[in-house]
């Protein structure tokens, strides 16, 4: 699905900005609005902010488990409505998931790509032959699977590393339609799962997988998007505060205590 202009000239900044920490310089392009620390947040008009995405400051940049609870409010019945937990891999890949409400047909998403500035260049410089060698996306029956959400329950949305696996040799699709591309070697990968289930436990929950050569999460952003015509029209979304897991604790969840809107 491709993104607004202004989704990808913010995440083209990030991803700028990720790349200059990694070569050991500070970043010039940070947001600059205020830092707070609340137990839940909104996007959306109640939140009387304009900002539609989340940043999470002083988390550690070895996570390997991230989850949120989320309760749409507003969403339309026409164009893009889709409210995300986005992860930044440590190897210069991401992957975002969560529930969308498309041109009125309820599904999920998960699926990444490589950063290339982000935005709607990572979709526009898609090089499958070079990327299938970072990630594997699962195909179009996982990563946009039908889902039926309703605005107003409760969602619990989580990102977390599984086993660590052998992709061998063979035709591959790197995501959606997109080309068969002979990959000649084996690839060690691990299994990214993505999980959509409500909050209260009654109803269906939907895993799909995707694979990555990176072991942890470098970074995590949370956001509401819309796009095709449902932007402007009130799309609204109560998220919690992320819970998270890392390397050094893979059994301690730890939960973000300090949010930046941008």
Sequence with gaps: MKHSV?????????????ALQTAGCASAAAPATGV?????????????????????????????????HVRVTDAVDHGLNFFAIQVNFSNKTWAHGGPQLVDGKYQMNWGGLVARGGGSADYREENPASDLQLMQNGPDSQRSAPYVWKVGTEYVLTIERGKLVTLPAGPYVFIGSGPVVA?????TMWEWTFTLKPADGHGPAQVSTLYDAADHIASVYIWNECGYGSCGKGQSATWSMPMYATLSAPRKDVQAQTLKRF
């Design 183 to 187: 990959v000649p070697n084996t690839r």
């Design 36 to 68: 707070s620390s609340p137990s839940a947040f909104v996007i959306g008009p109640e939140a009387g902010d304009p900002h539609s995405h989340a940043s999470f400051p002083h988390l550690p940049n070895d996570i390997i488990k991230v989850s949120s």
């Design 6 to 18: 202004t989704r990808a000239f913010l995440l083209a900044v990030l991803a700028l900005g990720e």
